[in-house]
């Protein structure tokens, strides 16, 4: 294969990547040996995020192609880049690469990067690290709905309550006086 088809092919791969992936962390990866680089990809390809290193040209056509470029994007294209595609779960990328550097301590930095489409700037990545999962937001969304029901709920059987015990004491009193007169 020639090198422009090869060119090509890859702006095509990284425009279909841009356009179905639901974040892309843009990282430099400089400092990192081989070894290094195939465990991050291994730890990262478990939770379905793919890590690739781009070239940077190729990647401003591909962000061009795939409705994503700006000049945002271009400034965060200098030097060695790797991109973090997360097909999955929203904030995988950004979690795991963060998780990663915890753990290893390795100079990974976080440039910037597209989430659902909008380019954002690394601390905004960084803070989608620190979102929690779609279950558990749904969970806190369901609960959040439920409270204000089991409120009106509970308001409505009050007054239910509060007869039952006027009724039940009022039992108790007749039981006693008939039990004295008798």
Do not use: C, W
């Given at each position: 294969?020639?090198?422009?088809?090869?060119?090509?092919e890859q702006v095509q791969e990284l425009t279909?990547?841009?356009?179905?992936?639901?974040?892309?962390?843009?990282?430099?990866?400089?400092?990192?040996?081989?070894?290094?680089?195939?465990?991050?990809?291994?730890?990262?390809?478990?939770?379905?995020?793919?890590?690739?290193?781009?070239?940077?040209?190729?990647?401003?056509?591909?962000?061009?192609?795939?409705?994503?470029?700006?000049?945002?994007?271009?400034?965060?294209?200098?030097?060695?880049?790797?991109?973090?595609?997360?097909?999955?779960?929203?904030?995988?990328?950004?979690?795991?690469?963060?998780?990663?550097?915890?753990?290893?301590?390795?100079?990974?930095?976080?440039i910037g990067g597209l989430v659902e489409g909008?380019?954002?700037?690394?601390?905004?990545?960084?803070?989608?690290a620190d979102l929690p999962s779609r279950e558990?937001?749904?969970?806190?969304?369901?609960?959040?709905?439920?409270?204000?029901?089991?409120?009106?709920?509970?308001?409505?059987?009050?007054?239910?309550?509060?007869?039952?015990?006027?009724?039940?004491?009022?039992?108790?009193?007749?039981?006693?006086?008939?039990?004295?007169?008798?």
């Open positions: 294969m020639a090198p422009k088809a090869r060119k090509t279909e990547k841009l356009r179905t992936a639901k974040a892309a962390v843009i990282t430099h990866y400089r400092g990192l040996t081989v070894a290094q680089l195939h465990d991050l990809r291994n730890r990262l390809r478990a939770q379905n995020v793919e890590y690739r290193v781009v070239k940077n040209t190729l990647a401003r056509r591909a962000a061009q192609d795939s409705g994503h470029g700006s000049a945002e994007i271009d400034r965060m294209l200098i030097g060695p880049v790797a991109i973090a595609f997360g097909f999955g779960e929203l904030s995988a990328p950004a979690k795991l690469l963060a998780e990663y550097t915890r753990q290893t301590r390795l100079p990974l930095e976080v909008r380019v954002m700037a690394a601390d905004q990545v960084r803070q989608t558990v937001l749904l969970a806190q969304l369901l609960g959040t709905l439920q409270s204000p029901i089991a409120q009106l709920v509970g308001t409505m059987q009050a007054p239910v309550q509060m007869l039952l015990g006027l009724l039940e004491a009022y039992r108790t009193k007749l039981n006693s006086e008939a039990a004295t007169a008798a």
